[in-house]
């Protein structure tokens, strides 16, 4: 596992912030302890001492009397205490010279001047740990005075302990905060280890599946595993995958039958020019046939590209045709009046049933008239002579819907869910030259604009085609 590896640096960045934060609690926490365990060796060492100089007391006023209740002489009460404590007492006079001491290597008369002493004379207590003169080993001492009676100092008494075995309390106390440190941290690396794997190998995955997907291999699937952030991402990205295949699926339907539209038209036209260049040199009736002929051909192929262009126009992310508050009601009766023409010359009749005003909508002008016409001229496609088309419309409180109806051939039920689709003829063999775009390219614009387009349709008796416009959350 690599430092530089996702899963690497989170295990990194656990135990660092687990290291820094546990070495913190156990080194305040030790030092704590520390300086507990001296306090508490100095307190009870001071206490010690003056239970000593209490019991001194009478001895050292009365050094003659050998009827102590002891029974024992001031020398033997000295070692005695000694050994009770574990440790050197020693007996100072008021001018601290030293009396006796419970060690053997502490010179007698000798005149002490260090710290405790200098506290004890002035009335406080203050321990000192030095390096002792005559053990050559750290030793914690305290001084207290000796008072007679009438609260005189007649003496001190010095009391002191080795270190070592505090040294060592000490030891044991940070060796257990340690030993406690590391069972923690050992827990923590292998939850570390575990949470860093159920982020790192699922993102690991999702990274190899990227690559694959971008290499081509767009079936690849990513697993979704770890936390629910995680797993929600690779749901999304398992959407996202199906939609982007979706949608390459759908150009390259597109690009197909894009091609396979072109192809004819464009064959048609190549014939006819090679056929001119042979033949219509010195035929100026076949030219004029021929140039017919092709002009329809390019005429067509000028209605599909505008189609595609206009298509293009109204799925775009990126542009956005500008848009107004329209009452939609004198453009319908527009479109009305502008197609009763062509559908007259069909032999059709175009009834209007159109209110005087509808709520205003945020629309595209131009697309809503190109919307309304590609359903009527759909309509007339598809209708027989002496049919009728009607265009009605109607407001509610959250969308206009408008209705083309005609009393065409109508549509087949296995033919009805592809009508809006790209290229699609439900009956090639009477639509003409119809591009196959203009269902497509209504159901774009009314979805562009938030909308939808539904069909129905009964064999033999007509379509109706129903648009539905939100007045309200349109897509911008």
């Given at each position: 596992?690599?430092?530089?590896?996702?899963q690497?640096?989170l295990?990194?960045?656990?135990?660092?912030?687990?290291?820094?934060g546990?070495?913190?609690v156990?080194?305040?926490?030790?030092?704590?302890?520390?300086?507990?365990?001296?306090?508490?060796?100095?307190?009870?060492?001071?206490?010690?001492?003056?239970?000593?100089?209490?019991?001194l007391?009478?001895?050292?006023?009365?050094?003659?009397?050998?009827n102590?209740?002891?029974?024992?002489?001031?020398?033997?009460?000295?070692?005695?205490?000694?050994?009770?404590v574990?440790?050197r007492?020693?007996?100072?006079?008021?001018?601290?010279?030293v009396?006796f001491?419970?060690?053997?290597?502490?010179?007698?008369n000798l005149k002490?001047s260090?710290t405790?002493?200098i506290?004890?004379?002035?009335?406080?207590?203050?321990?000192?740990?030095?390096l002792?003169?005559?053990?050559k080993?750290?030793?914690?001492?305290?001084?207290?005075?000796?008072?007679?009676?009438?609260?005189?100092?007649?003496?001190?008494?010095?009391?002191?302990?080795?270190?070592?075995?505090?040294?060592?309390e000490?030891?044991?106390?940070?060796?257990?905060?340690?030993?406690?440190?590391?069972?923690?941290l050992l827990?923590?690396?292998?939850?570390?280890?575990?949470?860093a794997?159920?982020?790192?190998?699922?993102?690991?995955n999702?990274?190899?599946?990227s690559?694959?997907?971008?290499?081509?291999?767009?079936?690849?699937?990513?697993?979704?595993?770890?936390?629910?952030e995680?797993q929600?991402?690779?749901?999304?990205f398992?959407?996202?995958?199906?939609?982007?295949?979706?949608?390459?699926?759908?150009?390259r339907?597109?690009?197909?039958?894009?091609?396979?539209?072109l192809?004819?038209?464009?064959?048609?036209?190549r014939?006819?020019?090679?056929?001119?260049q042979?033949r219509?040199?010195?035929n100026?009736?076949?030219?004029?046939h021929?140039?017919?002929?092709?002009?329809?051909?390019?005429?067509?192929?000028?209605?599909?590209?505008?189609?595609l262009?206009?298509m293009?126009?109204?799925?775009?992310r990126d542009y956005?045709?500008?848009?107004?508050?329209?009452?939609?009601?004198?453009?319908?009766?527009?479109?009305?009046?502008?197609?009763?023409?062509?559908?007259?010359?069909?032999?059709?009749?175009?009834?209007?049933d159109?209110?005087?005003?509808?709520?205003p909508?945020?629309?595209?002008?131009?697309?809503?008239i190109?919307?309304?016409?590609?359903?009527?001229?759909?309509?007339?496609?598809?209708?027989?002579?002496?049919?009728?088309?009607?265009?009605?419309?109607?407001?509610?409180?959250?969308?206009?819907?408008?209705?083309?109806?005609?009393?065409?051939?109508?549509?087949?039920?296995d033919?009805?869910?592809?009508?809006?689709?790209?290229?699609?003829?439900?009956d090639?063999a009477?639509s003409?030259?119809?591009?196959?775009?203009?269902?497509?390219?209504?159901?774009?614009?009314?979805?562009?604009?938030?909308?939808?387009?539904?069909?129905?349709?009964?064999?033999?008796?007509?379509?109706?085609?129903?648009?539905?416009?939100?007045?309200?959350?349109?897509?911008?």
């Open positions: 596992m690599s430092i530089r590896s996702l690497g640096r295990l990194l960045t656990f135990v660092t912030l687990m290291i820094l546990l070495g913190g156990i080194v305040i926490s030790g030092l704590r302890l520390t300086a507990q365990t001296l306090d508490r060796n100095e307190h009870d060492l001071e206490l010690q001492a003056q239970l000593i100089a209490n019991a007391r009478e001895p050292i006023e009365h050094p003659s009397s050998e102590a209740p002891t029974g024992r002489t001031l020398d033997a009460l000295i070692n005695s205490y000694a050994q009770g574990d440790g007492v020693t007996l100072l006079d008021a001018n601290l010279n009396v001491s419970s060690d053997l290597n502490v010179p007698l002490e260090h405790e002493f506290a004890a004379r002035n009335g406080e207590v203050q321990p000192d740990i030095r002792d003169d005559w053990q080993a750290e030793r914690l001492f305290v001084a207290v005075p000796v008072e007679s009676d009438r609260g005189q100092t007649i003496g001190f008494v010095q009391l002191s302990i080795p270190m070592q075995p505090i040294y060592a000490i030891l044991q106390t940070w060796l257990s905060f340690l030993g406690i440190g590391l069972v923690v827990v923590t690396v292998i939850a570390s280890v575990v949470i794997r159920q982020i790192a190998v699922p993102v690991q999702l990274t190899t599946t690559e694959q997907i971008a290499a081509g291999r767009l079936d690849e699937r990513v697993a979704p595993a770890g936390p629910n995680i929600r991402l690779g749901v999304a398992n959407r996202m995958t199906e939609r982007v295949q979706e949608m390459m699926a759908q150009q339907a597109f690009v197909d039958n894009a091609a396979h539209e192809r004819s038209p464009l064959t048609s036209i014939l006819r020019i090679e056929m001119l042979t219509g040199k010195n100026a009736e076949l030219t004029q021929y140039l017919g002929q092709m002009e329809h051909e390019v005429g067509y192929l000028q209605r599909m590209v505008d189609h262009l206009a293009a126009s109204a799925e775009s956005t045709a500008p848009r107004t508050q329209l009452d939609l009601a004198p453009m319908l009766y527009n479109v009305a009046d502008e197609m009763s023409e062509v559908v007259r010359q069909a032999g059709l009749t175009l009834q209007s159109l209110p005087e005003h509808l709520s909508l945020e629309a595209n002008a131009d697309q809503m190109t919307m309304i016409r590609n359903l009527i001229d759909n309509s007339i496609k598809y209708s027989r002579e002496g049919g009728t088309i009607s265009l009605s419309a109607k407001s509610s409180r959250n969308e206009i819907e408008i209705q083309v109806t005609d009393t065409g051939i109508g549509i087949s039920p033919a009805l869910p592809h009508v809006f689709d790209r290229f699609y003829r439900a090639a009477r003409g030259r119809g591009t196959g775009l203009g269902l497509s390219l209504a159901q774009a614009i009314a979805q562009a604009h938030g909308g939808r387009i539904d069909a129905e349709s009964r064999v033999g008796e007509g379509s109706t085609f129903t648009i539905h416009l939100p007045l309200g959350n349109q897509k911008k």
